[in-house]
């Protein structure tokens, strides 16, 4: 029909795609205040869980060594703060294989130390040793004899033997340098002049003196022993 115009879409418009659309939803904001509050608990929890791991330590020392009920004083040299076995002592058999000084923790260790050569000073703290732990009775085997050996030589097989015919003598090499670091000795002494505790936990905590007397320093590991006997058990 002449004039008119046809109703029918154009072909190029259905051609076209019809537009996308969108929505956008917005995301939940994190709870910042909560998230701290879970890292506040967990670290407060990590410290009450040391804590409890620690506090019969702390009490058995506190109470021996401080609050002293009974009024008694100790005669060894009591090292507070406690000083940790160093992991660098380069310690050694006499054979020369490395031993991790991490292997020695879980005993008491009563150490002494001594040129290769052990002069006659030096025989008679090895032998201190194994007197006082025989005099700790059914209380020995939470104790472990070491004695760390200075200098290139070799101790006789004589002397070793003597030393732990009657009970277990640990016999190392140590580098004195690395010692030195760890142990002190008391003022105007060297570190061959004493006998050295150490705790199962690798602690150094007391200094014998200079020739103790072996029935008052047996009185110093009774009361550690004594003390420490809710936590430590013979062997690692």
């Not at 869980?49 to 100790?74: E, H, K, M, Q, W």
């Not at 006997?229 to 690692?236: E, F, I, L």
Request: aromatic share 6%; net charge positive; proline share 7%.
């Amino acid at each position: 029909m002449s004039g008119s115009k046809s109703s029918a879409p154009d072909a190029s418009d259905a051609a076209l795609p019809e537009a996308l659309s969108f929505t956008v939803h917005s995301l939940p904001a994190p709870d910042v205040r909560a998230q701290r509050r879970r890292v506040v608990t967990g670290r407060w929890r990590m410290l009450l869980l040391l804590l409890a791991c620690a506090a019969p330590v702390i009490a058995s020392y506190f109470t021996y060594y401080v609050v002293r009920p009974d009024g008694r004083t100790n005669y060894s040299t009591l090292i507070l703060p406690s000083r940790t076995l160093p992991a660098d002592l380069g310690l050694r058999t006499l054979d020369g294989q490395s031993v991790a000084p991490a292997s020695l923790r879980g005993q008491w260790l009563m150490v002494v130390i001594g040129d290769a050569t052990c002069d006659a000073a030096c025989e008679e703290r090895v032998y201190l040793q194994r007197q006082l732990r025989d005099m700790l009775g059914r209380e020995r085997d939470r104790i472990d004899r070491v004695w760390l050996v200075t200098g290139s030589g070799t101790p006789s097989d004589k002397l070793i033997q003597a030393a732990s015919a009657k009970s277990p003598l640990t016999v190392l090499r140590v580098d004195r340098a690395a010692l030195a670091a760890w142990l002190v000795p008391g003022e105007g002494q060297v570190l061959e002049d004493h006998v050295y505790l150490v705790d199962p936990m690798g602690e150094w905590m007391l200094r014998a003196p200079v020739k103790p007397e072996p029935s008052r320093l047996k009185r110093d590991l009774d009361k550690l022993l004594r003390a420490s006997s809710s936590w430590d058990r013979a062997g690692r």
